[in-house]
C-alpha cells in the first residue's frame, strides 16, 4: 500500500493569487497524478507528473495555470495559479502501485480550495 | 470516446436492505475498473480492482462483479456506517495509470 499526504489540507485565497500544493508518498514511484474534484462533481485527472521530464496534460488544463514540479520520486507538487472562484475545488494527488499484473491506485486525502 | 457511466445518482436503503450499483462503461480496451469509497472531505479509499469479464471481489459487504459492459458493486446487509459515494473509475490499455472516473452514487443507509 502507500500512504500519501497533502499540504496544506486546506486554504481560502484571494482572486488572482497562486497556492502550491505539496503531495508527499511514503514509497518510491514512478509517476504521480494530480486530480480536480470541483464542489458536487467528480474526479478529474489534471496531469501525470513525472520523475525526471516534464508533466504531461490533460485537455482543458495547462501548464502556465497548473505548473508541476517533480524533484524526487516521492514528492511533487501542483501549483494554482492566478485563481479565480472557478478554481474551487478538492485538488488530490495519487500514485498506482503495480503488483504482479495488478494495480491499486491510491489517492492522498485532498487539499480543499476555496477563492474568493 | 471513453465514457464512464454509474447510475443510481443517489441511493437510500434501510440498514440490512441489499442493493446493488450500476457502473456501465465504453472504452476503447480496458486495463481494469477500479471501485472507490469517499466519505465526505475526504480522498477516495480503494476498494476493488477488476479485469476481466466474470470476476469478482468482495470485501466485508461489498462485493463487485464486472461484465464486458458494466460493473456491480453490491451491498449485501448494509449498516449506516456503509454511507459513502461510490465511485467508479477506468483505466484503459493505452493511459496506463489514468483514471477516468464516474460521476458516483451516493448512498445513505438508515438504522
Known amino acids: 500500500s502507500a500512504v500519501i499526504s497533502q499540504k496544506p489540507s486546506r486554504d481560502i485565497c484571494q482572486r488572482g493569487t497562486s497556492l502550491t500544493i505539496q503531495c508527499q508518498v511514503d514509497?518510491?514511484?514512478?509517476?504521480m497524478f494530480w486530480y480536480r474534484q470541483q464542489p458536487g462533481q467528480s474526479l478529474t485527472l489534471i496531469a501525470t507528473?513525472?520523475?525526471?521530464?516534464?508533466?504531461?496534460?490533460e485537455s482543458g488544463f495547462v501548464i502556465d495555470k497548473f505548473p508541476i514540479s517533480r524533484p524526487n520520486l516521492t514528492f511533487s507538487t501542483l501549483t494554482v495559479s492566478n485563481m479565480s472562484p472557478e478554481d474551487s475545488s478538492i485538488y488530490l494527488c495519487?500514485?498506482?502501485?503495480?503488483?504482479?499484473?495488478?494495480?491499486?491506485?491510491?489517492f492522498g486525502p485532498g487539499t480543499r480550495l476555496l477563492v474568493l | 470516446e471513453d465514457q464512464v457511466t454509474q447510475s443510481p445518482e443517489a441511493l437510500r436503503l434501510q440498514e440490512g436492505e441489499s442493493s446493488s450499483l450500476n457502473c456501465s462503461y465504453t472504452?476503447?480496451?480496458?486495463?481494469?475498473l477500479f471501485w472507490y469509497r469517499q466519505d465526505p472531505g475526504k480522498g477516495p479509499e480503494f476498494l476493488f480492482t477488476?479485469?476481466?469479464a466474470g470476476e469478482e471481489k468482495e470485501k466485508e459487504r461489498l462485493k463487485a462483479t464486472l461484465t464486458k459492459k458494466e460493473s456491480f458493486l453490491h451491498i449485501t446487509a448494509p449498516k449506516p456506517e456503509d454511507s459513502a459515494t461510490y465511485l467508479c473509475?477506468?483505466?484503459?490499455?493505452?493511459?496506463?495509470?489514468?483514471?477516468?472516473f464516474g460521476a458516483g452514487t451516493q448512498v445513505v443507509v438508515t438504522p
Open positions: 472504452v476503447s480496451g480496458l486495463r481494469g
Open positions: 507528473a513525472n520523475q525526471g521530464s516534464e508533466a504531461t496534460y
Open positions: 514509497s518510491q514511484v514512478t509517476m
Open positions: 495519487s500514485v498506482t502501485l503495480r503488483g504482479g499484473s495488478t494495480e491499486t491506485q491510491y
Open positions: 477488476l479485469y476481466s
Open positions: 473509475a477506468v483505466m484503459t490499455t493505452d493511459s496506463w495509470g489514468k483514471l477516468q
